[in-house]
Protein backbone atom coordinates (compact mmCIF):
# COMPACT_ATOMS: atom_id res chain seq x y z
CA UNK A 1 0.00 0.00 0.00
CA UNK A 2 1.18 3.51 -1.06
CA UNK A 3 1.09 6.50 1.06
CA UNK A 4 1.42 9.86 0.45
CA UNK A 5 1.36 12.67 2.63
CA UNK A 6 -0.68 15.78 1.76
CA UNK A 7 -0.67 19.09 3.22
CA UNK A 8 -3.80 20.41 3.88
CA UNK A 9 -4.67 24.14 2.71
CA UNK A 10 -3.53 26.16 -0.34
CA UNK A 11 -1.70 23.30 -1.92
CA UNK A 12 -4.12 20.35 -1.40
CA UNK A 13 -6.33 20.74 -4.39
CA UNK A 14 -3.46 21.30 -7.17
CA UNK A 15 -1.81 18.30 -4.91
CA UNK A 16 -4.52 16.04 -5.70
CA UNK A 17 -5.00 16.75 -9.17
CA UNK A 18 -1.07 15.71 -10.10
CA UNK A 19 -1.78 12.57 -8.33
CA UNK A 20 -5.11 12.28 -9.99
CA UNK A 21 -3.11 12.33 -13.34
CA UNK A 22 -0.79 9.85 -12.44
CA UNK A 23 -3.53 7.25 -11.47
CA UNK A 24 -4.61 7.70 -7.97
CA UNK A 25 -7.24 9.70 -7.33
CA UNK A 26 -7.62 10.94 -3.80
CA UNK A 27 -10.05 13.38 -4.42
CA UNK A 28 -12.11 12.47 -1.57
CA UNK A 29 -10.35 14.46 0.60
CA UNK A 30 -11.58 17.80 -1.15
CA UNK A 31 -14.90 16.79 0.12
CA UNK A 32 -15.86 19.75 2.22
CA UNK A 33 -17.62 16.98 4.54
CA UNK A 34 -14.36 15.07 5.06
CA UNK A 35 -13.70 14.66 8.21
CA UNK A 36 -11.05 11.66 7.55
CA UNK A 37 -7.30 12.07 7.84
CA UNK A 38 -6.54 8.78 6.05
CA UNK A 39 -8.57 8.46 3.12
CA UNK A 40 -8.09 5.84 0.88
CA UNK A 41 -7.48 5.75 -2.91
CA UNK A 42 -10.53 5.14 -5.63
CA UNK A 43 -8.33 2.50 -6.80
CA UNK A 44 -7.70 1.06 -3.26
CA UNK A 45 -3.74 0.69 -4.17
CA UNK A 46 -2.87 3.83 -2.25
CA UNK A 47 -4.05 5.91 1.04
CA UNK A 48 -3.34 9.95 1.79
CA UNK A 49 -2.42 11.45 5.24
CA UNK A 50 -4.04 14.37 5.35
CA UNK A 51 -2.11 16.59 7.46
CA UNK A 52 -0.70 20.17 8.19
CA UNK A 53 1.98 21.83 6.13
CA UNK A 54 5.05 21.35 8.52
CA UNK A 55 4.15 17.64 9.08
CA UNK A 56 4.70 16.20 5.34
CA UNK A 57 8.56 16.20 5.56
CA UNK A 58 7.87 14.36 9.14
CA UNK A 59 5.95 10.94 7.96
CA UNK A 60 7.73 11.24 5.38
CA UNK A 61 10.86 10.97 6.63
CA UNK A 62 10.00 8.67 9.37
CA UNK A 63 8.52 6.23 6.38
CA UNK A 64 5.16 6.38 6.96
CA UNK A 65 4.36 8.20 3.60
CA UNK A 66 6.46 7.03 0.90
CA UNK A 67 5.52 10.47 -0.79
CA UNK A 68 4.38 13.60 0.00
CA UNK A 69 3.61 17.50 -1.45
CA UNK A 70 5.01 19.89 0.76
CA UNK A 71 6.07 23.67 -0.07
CA UNK A 72 10.15 24.45 -0.44
CA UNK A 73 9.44 26.71 2.48
CA UNK A 74 8.59 23.90 5.06
CA UNK A 75 11.51 21.72 3.63
CA UNK A 76 14.08 24.45 3.98
CA UNK A 77 12.83 25.45 7.95
CA UNK A 78 12.36 21.73 9.08
CA UNK A 79 15.69 20.43 7.52
CA UNK A 80 14.29 16.75 7.30
CA UNK A 81 15.66 13.63 5.44
CA UNK A 82 13.75 13.22 2.70
CA UNK A 83 14.18 13.22 -1.35
CA UNK A 84 13.18 16.52 -3.18
CA UNK A 85 11.91 14.60 -6.46
CA UNK A 86 10.07 17.25 -8.72
CA UNK A 87 9.41 20.75 -8.61
CA UNK A 88 5.87 21.16 -9.00
CA UNK A 89 5.45 24.66 -9.99
CA UNK A 90 2.34 25.42 -8.33
CA UNK A 91 2.06 27.00 -4.76
CA UNK A 92 4.29 30.28 -5.52
CA UNK A 93 5.26 32.09 -2.89
CA UNK A 94 8.57 33.94 -2.04
CA UNK A 95 10.35 34.36 1.70
CA UNK A 96 11.05 37.82 2.18
CA UNK A 97 11.92 39.85 4.78
CA UNK A 98 9.70 42.84 5.27
CA UNK A 99 9.98 46.09 7.21
CA UNK A 100 7.14 48.97 7.91
CA UNK A 101 6.88 50.95 5.01
CA UNK A 102 7.67 54.43 7.20
CA UNK A 103 10.68 53.07 8.55
CA UNK A 104 12.49 53.77 5.70
CA UNK A 105 14.60 50.83 5.42
CA UNK A 106 15.55 50.14 2.03
CA UNK A 107 17.47 46.97 2.36
CA UNK A 108 18.63 44.45 5.12
CA UNK A 109 21.30 45.95 6.07
CA UNK A 110 20.42 49.01 6.73
CA UNK A 111 19.01 47.34 9.97
CA UNK A 112 20.41 48.00 13.36
CA UNK A 113 22.18 45.35 14.36
CA UNK A 114 20.93 43.38 17.62
CA UNK A 115 17.28 44.56 16.37
CA UNK A 116 14.69 41.71 16.53
CA UNK A 117 13.54 39.98 13.57
CA UNK A 118 9.83 38.04 13.90
CA UNK A 119 9.56 34.82 12.11
CA UNK A 120 7.76 31.86 11.81
CA UNK A 121 10.25 30.73 9.76
CA UNK A 122 13.43 30.96 12.58
CA UNK A 123 15.74 28.51 10.34
CA UNK A 124 15.42 30.54 7.35
CA UNK A 125 15.95 33.63 8.68
CA UNK A 126 18.98 32.70 10.93
CA UNK A 127 20.53 31.17 7.88
CA UNK A 128 20.24 34.67 5.94
CA UNK A 129 21.30 36.89 8.27
CA UNK A 130 24.36 34.52 9.34
CA UNK A 131 25.24 34.91 5.45
CA UNK A 132 25.07 38.46 6.12
CA UNK A 133 27.44 39.01 9.43
CA UNK A 134 24.25 40.93 10.82
CA UNK A 135 23.75 39.56 14.24
CA UNK A 136 19.54 40.32 15.06
CA UNK A 137 17.28 38.67 17.51
CA UNK A 138 14.58 36.17 16.54
CA UNK A 139 11.39 35.96 17.65
CA UNK A 140 9.72 32.69 17.03
CA UNK A 141 6.08 33.32 16.59
CA UNK A 142 3.16 30.66 15.46
CA UNK A 143 0.65 33.28 13.22
CA UNK A 144 -0.31 36.82 12.14
CA UNK A 145 3.73 37.61 11.97
CA UNK A 146 2.71 40.96 10.74
CA UNK A 147 1.85 41.71 13.74
CA UNK A 148 5.56 42.25 15.03
CA UNK A 149 6.18 45.33 13.65
CA UNK A 150 2.88 46.87 14.48
CA UNK A 151 2.90 46.63 18.00
CA UNK A 152 6.94 47.01 17.92
CA UNK A 153 8.08 44.47 18.81
CA UNK A 154 10.35 43.86 15.94
CA UNK A 155 11.78 45.60 13.67
CA UNK A 156 11.50 43.77 10.92
CA UNK A 157 9.76 40.38 9.70
CA UNK A 158 10.80 37.20 7.44
CA UNK A 159 7.07 35.76 6.36
CA UNK A 160 6.21 33.65 2.94
CA UNK A 161 4.63 36.51 0.89
CA UNK A 162 1.98 35.62 -2.19
CA UNK A 163 0.29 37.96 -3.51
CA UNK A 164 1.51 40.82 -0.68
CA UNK A 165 -2.00 41.94 0.33
CA UNK A 166 -1.39 41.18 4.03
CA UNK A 167 1.69 43.10 4.06
CA UNK A 168 0.33 46.15 2.47
CA UNK A 169 -3.26 45.87 4.80
CA UNK A 170 -0.37 46.13 7.45
CA UNK A 171 1.63 48.90 6.30
CA UNK A 172 4.46 46.92 6.16
CA UNK A 173 6.78 46.65 2.46
CA UNK A 174 9.24 43.84 1.50
CA UNK A 175 12.65 44.72 0.68
CA UNK A 176 14.40 41.77 0.23
CA UNK A 177 13.91 38.21 -1.38
CA UNK A 178 15.69 35.27 0.68
CA UNK A 179 14.15 32.75 -1.78
CA UNK A 180 11.51 31.46 -4.06
CA UNK A 181 9.13 29.13 -2.45
CA UNK A 182 7.23 26.44 -5.00
CA UNK A 183 5.34 22.75 -4.32
CA UNK A 184 7.61 19.72 -4.22
CA UNK A 185 7.25 16.36 -4.39
CA UNK A 186 9.41 14.73 -1.82
CA UNK A 187 9.92 11.22 -1.39
CA UNK A 188 10.86 8.40 1.48
CA UNK A 189 15.01 7.38 0.45
CA UNK A 190 14.74 3.95 1.39
CA UNK A 191 11.75 3.28 -0.12
CA UNK A 192 12.40 4.72 -3.51
CA UNK A 193 15.83 3.06 -3.14
CA UNK A 194 13.50 -0.86 -1.83
CA UNK A 195 10.82 -0.22 -4.66
CA UNK A 196 10.00 -2.52 -7.13
CA UNK A 197 8.65 0.31 -9.86
CA UNK A 198 5.75 1.24 -8.07
CA UNK A 199 6.31 4.43 -6.81
CA UNK A 200 8.46 5.51 -9.33
CA UNK A 201 6.12 4.85 -12.02
CA UNK A 202 4.68 7.40 -9.72
CA UNK A 203 6.84 9.57 -10.00
CA UNK A 204 8.00 9.54 -13.48
CA UNK A 205 4.31 10.36 -14.67
CA UNK A 206 4.41 13.42 -11.69
CA UNK A 207 7.27 14.47 -14.00
CA UNK A 208 6.19 14.15 -17.33
CA UNK A 209 3.10 16.32 -16.34
CA UNK A 210 5.17 18.40 -14.97
CA UNK A 211 6.88 18.66 -18.24
CA UNK A 212 3.94 19.29 -20.01
CA UNK A 213 2.56 22.03 -17.70
CA UNK A 214 5.62 24.08 -18.29
CA UNK A 215 5.31 23.74 -22.11
CA UNK A 216 2.24 24.33 -22.13
CA UNK A 217 2.79 27.71 -20.26
CA UNK B 1 -2.38 52.41 27.39
CA UNK B 2 -2.43 49.00 28.55
CA UNK B 3 -2.35 46.17 25.93
CA UNK B 4 -4.00 42.66 26.33
CA UNK B 5 -3.23 39.95 24.54
CA UNK B 6 -5.68 37.35 23.81
CA UNK B 7 -5.37 33.88 22.20
CA UNK B 8 -7.89 32.74 19.25
CA UNK B 9 -9.98 29.97 20.05
CA UNK B 10 -11.15 27.91 22.51
CA UNK B 11 -10.87 30.49 25.26
CA UNK B 12 -11.57 34.15 23.60
CA UNK B 13 -14.77 34.24 24.44
CA UNK B 14 -14.47 33.64 28.51
CA UNK B 15 -11.15 35.90 28.50
CA UNK B 16 -13.15 38.32 26.99
CA UNK B 17 -15.72 38.31 29.51
CA UNK B 18 -13.50 38.28 32.80
CA UNK B 19 -12.09 41.45 31.19
CA UNK B 20 -15.61 42.79 30.40
CA UNK B 21 -16.17 42.75 34.28
CA UNK B 22 -12.89 44.25 35.01
CA UNK B 23 -13.94 47.45 32.70
CA UNK B 24 -12.31 46.73 29.81
CA UNK B 25 -14.87 45.82 26.73
CA UNK B 26 -13.05 43.79 24.17
CA UNK B 27 -16.04 42.39 23.17
CA UNK B 28 -15.52 43.11 19.26
CA UNK B 29 -13.17 40.74 18.65
CA UNK B 30 -15.75 38.09 19.06
CA UNK B 31 -17.37 39.81 16.16
CA UNK B 32 -17.14 37.07 13.27
CA UNK B 33 -16.95 39.51 10.54
CA UNK B 34 -13.65 41.04 12.88
CA UNK B 35 -10.33 40.47 10.90
CA UNK B 36 -8.43 43.09 13.08
CA UNK B 37 -5.45 41.72 14.95
CA UNK B 38 -5.21 44.58 17.56
CA UNK B 39 -8.73 46.43 18.77
CA UNK B 40 -9.48 48.78 21.26
CA UNK B 41 -11.32 48.53 24.33
CA UNK B 42 -15.07 50.88 23.74
CA UNK B 43 -13.72 52.90 26.99
CA UNK B 44 -9.97 53.27 24.72
CA UNK B 45 -8.20 52.89 27.30
CA UNK B 46 -6.74 49.87 26.34
CA UNK B 47 -6.33 47.67 23.65
CA UNK B 48 -6.67 43.93 22.72
CA UNK B 49 -3.87 41.76 20.60
CA UNK B 50 -5.71 38.36 19.07
CA UNK B 51 -2.99 36.24 18.56
CA UNK B 52 -1.94 32.43 18.40
CA UNK B 53 -2.37 30.60 21.72
CA UNK B 54 1.69 29.79 21.55
CA UNK B 55 2.28 33.71 20.79
CA UNK B 56 0.58 35.21 23.91
CA UNK B 57 3.50 34.30 26.10
CA UNK B 58 5.68 36.12 23.53
CA UNK B 59 3.92 39.65 23.37
CA UNK B 60 3.96 39.54 27.05
CA UNK B 61 7.19 38.19 27.79
CA UNK B 62 8.54 41.11 25.11
CA UNK B 63 6.50 43.62 26.93
CA UNK B 64 4.55 44.15 24.27
CA UNK B 65 1.38 43.38 26.06
CA UNK B 66 1.04 44.13 29.32
CA UNK B 67 -1.38 41.31 30.29
CA UNK B 68 -2.83 38.33 28.45
CA UNK B 69 -5.01 35.16 28.86
CA UNK B 70 -3.35 31.82 27.61
CA UNK B 71 -3.27 28.25 29.04
CA UNK B 72 -1.30 26.18 31.56
CA UNK B 73 -0.35 24.27 28.74
CA UNK B 74 1.04 26.43 26.67
CA UNK B 75 3.01 28.61 29.29
CA UNK B 76 4.46 24.63 30.64
CA UNK B 77 5.66 23.81 27.02
CA UNK B 78 7.54 27.77 26.27
CA UNK B 79 8.62 28.36 29.90
CA UNK B 80 8.70 32.28 28.69
CA UNK B 81 9.42 34.59 31.62
CA UNK B 82 5.90 35.47 32.56
CA UNK B 83 3.93 36.51 35.70
CA UNK B 84 1.46 34.30 36.33
CA UNK B 85 -1.10 35.68 38.03
CA UNK B 86 -4.63 34.12 38.15
CA UNK B 87 -6.01 30.86 37.56
CA UNK B 88 -9.29 31.74 35.96
CA UNK B 89 -10.66 28.13 36.05
CA UNK B 90 -12.25 27.78 32.65
CA UNK B 91 -10.59 26.33 29.35
CA UNK B 92 -10.48 23.21 31.33
CA UNK B 93 -8.37 19.92 30.03
CA UNK B 94 -5.92 17.57 30.95
CA UNK B 95 -2.37 16.71 28.96
CA UNK B 96 -2.49 13.10 29.12
CA UNK B 97 -0.36 10.23 27.66
CA UNK B 98 -2.57 7.94 25.22
CA UNK B 99 -1.82 4.79 23.12
CA UNK B 100 -3.99 2.63 20.84
CA UNK B 101 -7.02 0.54 22.79
CA UNK B 102 -5.92 -2.21 21.12
CA UNK B 103 -2.13 -2.05 22.49
CA UNK B 104 -2.94 -3.26 25.89
CA UNK B 105 -0.75 -0.67 27.57
CA UNK B 106 -2.22 0.10 30.93
CA UNK B 107 0.73 2.82 32.28
CA UNK B 108 3.47 4.91 30.83
CA UNK B 109 5.94 2.15 32.70
CA UNK B 110 4.64 -0.34 29.97
CA UNK B 111 5.84 1.46 27.10
CA UNK B 112 9.02 -0.22 25.84
CA UNK B 113 12.09 1.68 25.60
CA UNK B 114 12.95 3.86 23.16
CA UNK B 115 9.65 3.93 21.38
CA UNK B 116 8.50 7.11 19.73
CA UNK B 117 5.87 9.60 21.04
CA UNK B 118 4.37 12.04 18.83
CA UNK B 119 3.40 15.40 20.31
CA UNK B 120 2.76 18.81 19.74
CA UNK B 121 4.05 19.31 23.62
CA UNK B 122 7.98 17.82 23.15
CA UNK B 123 9.08 19.75 26.42
CA UNK B 124 6.52 18.87 28.75
CA UNK B 125 6.49 15.18 27.01
CA UNK B 126 10.72 15.16 27.86
CA UNK B 127 10.08 15.92 31.35
CA UNK B 128 7.70 13.17 31.96
CA UNK B 129 9.62 10.62 30.62
CA UNK B 130 12.72 12.11 32.24
CA UNK B 131 10.85 11.77 35.63
CA UNK B 132 10.37 8.48 34.66
CA UNK B 133 13.51 7.50 33.16
CA UNK B 134 11.81 5.90 30.43
CA UNK B 135 14.19 6.77 26.68
CA UNK B 136 12.00 7.53 24.19
CA UNK B 137 12.27 9.07 20.95
CA UNK B 138 10.27 12.38 21.12
CA UNK B 139 8.32 13.19 17.34
CA UNK B 140 7.21 16.70 17.24
CA UNK B 141 4.28 16.86 15.03
CA UNK B 142 2.43 20.18 14.65
CA UNK B 143 -1.37 19.26 13.84
CA UNK B 144 -3.49 15.90 14.47
CA UNK B 145 -0.89 13.82 16.41
CA UNK B 146 -3.41 11.12 16.96
CA UNK B 147 -2.50 9.85 13.58
CA UNK B 148 1.21 9.44 15.19
CA UNK B 149 -0.56 5.56 16.29
CA UNK B 150 -2.32 5.21 13.50
CA UNK B 151 -0.10 4.96 10.83
CA UNK B 152 2.14 3.24 13.06
CA UNK B 153 5.10 6.03 13.33
CA UNK B 154 4.42 6.47 17.01
CA UNK B 155 3.47 3.67 19.95
CA UNK B 156 1.82 6.99 21.98
CA UNK B 157 0.72 10.15 21.82
CA UNK B 158 1.44 13.40 24.67
CA UNK B 159 -1.54 15.51 24.06
CA UNK B 160 -4.42 17.90 25.39
CA UNK B 161 -7.54 15.80 25.99
CA UNK B 162 -10.50 18.07 26.67
CA UNK B 163 -14.10 15.73 26.52
CA UNK B 164 -11.47 12.47 25.13
CA UNK B 165 -13.76 12.40 21.89
CA UNK B 166 -11.15 12.66 19.15
CA UNK B 167 -9.04 10.14 21.41
CA UNK B 168 -12.15 7.73 21.20
CA UNK B 169 -13.38 8.74 17.84
CA UNK B 170 -9.39 7.26 16.46
CA UNK B 171 -9.49 4.09 18.50
CA UNK B 172 -7.29 5.56 21.11
CA UNK B 173 -7.53 5.63 25.13
CA UNK B 174 -5.87 7.86 27.48
CA UNK B 175 -3.74 5.46 29.95
CA UNK B 176 -2.03 8.91 31.99
CA UNK B 177 -2.02 12.48 33.21
CA UNK B 178 0.54 14.56 32.62
CA UNK B 179 -1.02 17.26 34.78
CA UNK B 180 -4.04 19.71 34.49
CA UNK B 181 -4.53 22.69 32.50
CA UNK B 182 -6.96 26.14 33.10
CA UNK B 183 -6.61 29.35 31.40
CA UNK B 184 -4.06 31.75 33.16
CA UNK B 185 -3.87 35.16 33.46
CA UNK B 186 -0.73 36.26 32.98
CA UNK B 187 1.59 39.79 33.06
CA UNK B 188 5.01 41.03 32.33
CA UNK B 189 7.08 41.13 35.33
CA UNK B 190 8.51 44.68 35.15
CA UNK B 191 5.46 46.20 33.63
CA UNK B 192 3.67 45.03 36.84
CA UNK B 193 6.46 46.58 39.02
CA UNK B 194 6.46 49.85 37.62
CA UNK B 195 2.49 50.05 37.36
CA UNK B 196 1.01 53.16 39.30
CA UNK B 197 -2.28 50.72 40.20
CA UNK B 198 -4.27 50.38 36.42
CA UNK B 199 -3.05 46.88 35.71
CA UNK B 200 -3.27 46.09 39.80
CA UNK B 201 -6.67 47.01 39.40
CA UNK B 202 -7.53 44.85 36.52
CA UNK B 203 -5.85 41.91 38.23
CA UNK B 204 -7.62 42.73 41.62
CA UNK B 205 -10.75 42.84 39.58
CA UNK B 206 -10.68 39.69 37.94
CA UNK B 207 -9.13 37.81 40.68
CA UNK B 208 -12.18 38.91 43.11
CA UNK B 209 -14.83 37.76 40.10
CA UNK B 210 -12.92 34.57 40.14
CA UNK B 211 -13.33 34.09 44.10
CA UNK B 212 -16.94 34.74 43.14
CA UNK B 213 -17.13 31.84 40.33
CA UNK B 214 -15.22 29.37 42.88
CA UNK B 215 -18.15 30.22 45.64
CA UNK B 216 -21.00 30.04 43.24
CA UNK B 217 -19.74 26.71 41.96
Known sequence: MITVALAKGALLKDSVARFSEAGLDFSAVLDQDNRHLMVPSVCGRARALLVRNGDVPVYVAYGQAQLGVVGYDVLKEHQMPVAQLVDLGFGGCRM???????SGY????DLPPHCRVASKFTNC???FFNELDLPVELVHLTGSV????ITGMAEAIVDLVATGRTLRDNGLVAIEDLFQS??????????????CGE?????????????QHKESV
Open 96 to 102: ALAVKAS
Open 106 to 109: QRST
Open 125 to 127: ARE
Open 146 to 149: ELGP
Open 182 to 195: TARLVGHPLALRLD
Open 199 to 211: LQSIVDSIRDQND
